[in-house]
């Protein structure tokens, strides 16, 4: 017993030392400082460009593109417009565009806290809650674009989605194995007759 003391105490200790949150797991509150944005980069679990709309209950974002996660041609609604008791809101303005750090654990996005959005207006990103000073949008979404190593933007109505090349790829891959197939065919042949056994 002796032995297995110094083991169960490092073990308890590590246990008490994993952080509540896993790293990349979306926290209580994502302030995204443009000075520093891994921490909300690694919070974020949707980073989106969008056009802010009116729906029904609550606003919902039409993306123009994605900056980290699923990318989806559907608008992003809101499962509801709390955010956790240490956030302050973001107040979405309608019709504006807008870069969002959003978390989407247990399904739908959660209302973004106001450190965690930025209105984008005439080449300029200002986050809502007008902590920070403002910056460029290009330089803001460069910086984001370096850290995820990810800008898809959703496919229009119009477009439709990858398909098979059936011209271009299936058809000549496939006469390709068919004459490989029959030259190991002709080849074996020719050896047996060589060596019959």
Known sequence: MRRLAPSIALAFALLLAVPAHPAGAAG?????????????????????????????????????????????????????AATPPSCAPAAI?????????????????????????????????????????????????????ALTGQQAAPPSGTESGAGIDWSGTILPVGALLLAVFGIGLVLMRTWHRIDPS
């Open 28 to 80: 209580p509150c994502i302030e995204a400082d443009p000075s520093a944005l891994e921490p909300a980069v690694l919070a974020a679990n949707l980073i989106v460009i969008a056009e802010v709309r009116d729906a029904a209950q609550l606003p919902e974002l039409a993306p123009e593109s994605f900056l980290k996660g699923t990318v989806t041609r559907q608008a992003i609604r809101f499962a509801d």
């Open 93 to 145: 303005p309608r019709g504006a565009r807008v870069l969002a750090f959003l978390s989407t654990e247990g399904g739908g996005a959660h209302w973004p806290a106001a450190s965690a959005l930025f209105v984008l207006r005439d080449g300029t990103a200002l986050r809502a809650d007008g902590e920070t000073p403002p910056v460029a949008e290009a330089d803001l979404l460069q910086r984001v674009r």
